[in-house]
Structures are given as structure tokens and as C-alpha cells.
């Protein structure tokens, strides 16, 4: 009775419209109230224990990062380098729009601060270059998303977070997907594009790009070096980001005065009053659900009816890719991994590449209807209709698709680069 209760009041805060944190604030309070003695104070001493990990401030360092360096010149200095080496290629500028979302993802650990970073330079480059224009926004969405699985990744953190999984080893888990989608959409440009004129290698254009972006394209190299050598954790990682591309952008591009970082401060903080309170009210859920084994009863109640791993993986993936078209990556991450990841683990899955596979699906998730945030921003950013926007993600989807399948059935992809080993 008190189960189908608690089920019901989340139907009626969804039929009401009500935001996350006020269904995820009721859910918390009635579980609090009938399974946890009735005291709600509990609920503010569990999001204290929940938040006191120092992971956690690796997220506002991300996101103040990568908004410093959209306000600076970085993006459009990677991009110079890598289209300056795409040149021969046909479609040689839709390569490099790849290309730098995947280096800039390496940077940002953020989708939508990838897109823009990169879309509003390439997306006029590329219409004035004669490409598509579905081609174009379909590229430029696509790209972005790698923000997402390439390292350092925002929702890997908080799936970290809520399922208790090393970021490290998440870290170097999405290597292997984010080379791979990287390569897909790097190829499928080539193809779509062969009918494109190219243009001979200039060793000098090179040489003048790579002089004059050398200390954008060092930045993920130490960031990301210093991850995998052990110098850095996480969160120091995400501070040194930030102080290099400060000093970068202030003192040796010159393209960020001081007067810029309370704007782009102001900006952090809004995204981080939205996210925090919600990661709060999830981690306190979580540590409650953990105590009342709702996990392992979940596990036990699963597999009663399903018994082979792979018709489990079917679900689940159809689960995701239709939790991934209404609700936001880090909403779907903080209600459902929790709950499936312990299932996961009871078929088999270890919980770093299950983790990887719920991000992949919730990456499709950015570029589809009604709640694809690349679509969402893309809208307001190239001033295109949002029909329009979801025609031209259909073939860039159906691409990740094939690598989301791809390393569910080869697990190895991900796994190589953790440890070192398969």
C-alpha cells in the first residue's frame, strides 16, 4: 500500500508538471517519513553526508572552465590547427568541426559548452563553404555531444557519485567510445562530402595555426596527463584547468579582461543553483534506498523474470534511449543509476562499463525530441526550427546507434584504457 502510494504521488507531480527537484523533494520526504522513523531533519543531515566528497567541486571548476574559454579565443585556435591539417580531405572543415569538438570536449567536460564553443565558429564557416545545411547543424549537434563521453565528463562524475564507481576509471573508460564516435562521424563526414573541393597541405598555414594555438592545443594534453599519471585527481585537475585557461586567455591570448569573470562566474553559479540542489536531494535518496537493500530487492524482483544478460541489456538500453528523450542527462543519471546499476552488476555488467553504456544511450538522448538539450540550445543559437534540427540529428543518431551497439557487443572498447588492460 505505501509503495503504490508513493508511486502515485509521482504520477500526480508529473501530470501537475512539477520540476525534478520537487518530485525527487517528495519522494525523499515520504520515504523518510515511513521508512525512516519519521524524521525529516534526516533528510538534510543525509544531502551533508551525500555532498561532503571532494569530487564534487570538480563540477562548478568544469563548467566555470569551459565558460572562461568560450569567452576566449581557445576554441578558435584549436579549430585553426585541426582544419589547417583537414585541408586535403573532402569535407575537410566538417573533419576539423569533429575533430575540435572531440579536443575541446577533452577540455570542457560539458555538451552544450562544446557545441556553442565550436558551433559558432564553424556553423557561418561551414554555410559560407557551400556545405549543407542539415549536414551542418546535424555535424555540429553531433559533435557536441562528444562533450559528454570524451574525458573529463561532467555526467560521469556525478554517475560516480551516485553509484560509488572510481571517475578515474570512468575517465579512461570513455576513451575508447569517444575515439571510436569520433572516427564514425569523422568518416561519415568524408563520405557525405566527397564531392567537395579540397585543398593542398600548406606546411606554412600549419606552422602559423600551430605557432599561434600551441597553448590551446597543450591544454588537454596536461590535463588529461596528469589524470592518467597519477599528478592529479579529478578535482585538481579541474583546478588546474581553470587557472591555465585564466592565465592563457588573460595574460598571453589577452582576450578575457578581469572585468569578463564576474559575467562568467555569474554565469557558473546560475547552472550550479540548478544542479546542486537536485544532486543533494538524489544522494540523500540514495544513501536511504541503499540502507533499506532497495537495490538488492530490486535485483531479486528483476530477475525473476528476466534471466538472460542480454535480453536485460535490451531493456535497459530501450529504457534509457526513451528516458534520454524526456529528461536531461544528469536528471536520468541521478534517478536511475542508483537503482540499475546494482542490477546491472547481478547480470554480470561491472559497473564502469555500465556506466559507460547508460552515457552513451543518454548522449543519443541530447540530439532527440522533446527534450534534446543540442536541439534546444541549437534552436536559439543558428536560429533554425526545431523540426528542422530533428531531420538533420536522424542520420547522426542512427551512426551512434551503431557504435552504442558496437560496444555493448565489444566491451573491450571501453575497458582497454582502464588499467591499462581488457
Not at 569538438?101 to 577533452?106: P, R
Not at 570512468?170 to 566527397?194: D, E
Not at 597553448?215 to 596528469?226: D, E, K, Q, R
Amino acid at each position: 500500500m505505501t509503495a503504490l502510494l508513493l508511486v502515485g504521488i509521482v504520477l500526480a507531480l508529473l501530470i501537475l508538471r512539477q520540476p525534478l527537484l520537487v518530485i525527487l523533494m517528495s519522494v525523499a520526504a515520504y520515504i523518510h517519513i515511513v521508512w525512516g522513523q519519521a524524521k525529516l531533519d534526516y533528510i538534510i543531515e543525509d544531502m551533508w553526508v551525500g555532498l561532503d566528497k571532494e569530487v564534487i567541486l570538480s563540477i562548478p571548476l568544469f563548467i566555470l572552465c569551459g565558460n572562461v574559454m568560450t569567452r576566449g579565443s581557445i576554441a578558435q585556435r584549436l579549430i585553426n590547427i585541426l582544419a589547417s591539417i583537414t585541408r586535403p580531405l573532402p569535407g575537410g572543415m566538417a573533419v576539423a568541426c569533429v575533430l575540435s569538438c572531440a579536443v575541446f570536449a577533452a577540455i570542457s567536460g560539458s555538451s552544450i559548452v562544446t557545441m556553442l564553443a565550436i558551433g559558432s565558429i564553424m556553423y557561418p564557416a561551414m554555410r559560407q563553404a557551400g556545405y549543407n545545411l542539415n549536414f551542418t547543424l546535424g555535424a555540429i549537434m553531433s559533435g557536441g555531444t562528444l562533450g559528454i563521453i570524451i574525458p573529463p565528463s561532467i555526467p560521469m562524475i556525478i554517475y560516480g557519485l551516485v553509484t560509488e564507481t572510481s571517475v578515474t576509471d570512468l575517465f579512461a573508460a570513455g576513451f575508447g567510445p569517444g575515439i571510436l564516435l569520433t572516427v564514425v562521424l569523422s568518416i561519415y563526414s568524408v563520405w557525405v562530402n566527397r564531392h567537395m573541393p579540397t585543398e593542398r597541405f600548406d606546411f606554412a598555414h600549419f606552422k602559423k595555426a600551430f605557432r599561434n594555438g600551441i597553448w590551446s592545443a597543450m591544454m588537454p594534453v596536461i590535463l588529461l596527463g596528469g589524470i592518467y599519471t597519477g599528478y592529479f585527481t579529478a578535482t585538481e585537475a579541474a583546478a588546474v584547468a581553470l587557472c591555465y585557461a585564466m592565465l592563457v586567455e588573460v595574460f598571453i591570448h589577452r582576450e578575457l579582461k578581469f572585468s569578463d569573470f564576474y559575467k562568467v562566474v555569474l554565469d557558473t553559479s546560475k547552472l550550479g543553483g540548478s544542479l546542486f540542489p537536485v544532486l543533494a536531494i538524489a544522494l540523500s535518496l540514495n544513501i536511504i534506498l541503499t540502507e533499506h537493500r532497495v537495490p538488492q530487492m530490486l535485483v531479486t524482483a528483476i530477475q525473476g523474470y528476466i534471466t538472460s544478460p542480454l535480453m536485460f541489456m535490451l531493456i535497459v538500453n530501450l529504457l534509457l534511449l526513451l528516458v534520454g528523450c524526456l529528461m536531461t542527462t544528469g536528471e536520468a543519471i541521478l534517478v536511475l543509476a542508483p537503482l540499475l546499476a546494482p542490477v546491472a552488476a547481478a547480470y554480470g555488467y561491472d559497473k564502469v562499463i555500465f556506466g559507460l553504456i547508460m552515457i552513451l544511450n543518454l548522449e543519443i538522448g541530447y540530439l532527440t525530441p522533446p527534450v534534446g538539450l543540442n536541439l534546444i540550445v541549437a534552436m536559439s543559437a543558428f536560429k533554425q526550427p526545431f523540426g528542422r534540427l530533428c531531420i538533420a540529428a536522424i542520420p547522426f543518431i542512427l551512426l551512434m546507434m551503431f557504435c552504442l551497439a558496437l560496444v555493448i557487443w565489444q566491451p573491450w572498447i571501453a575497458m582497454y584504457f582502464v588499467n591499462g588492460k581488457f
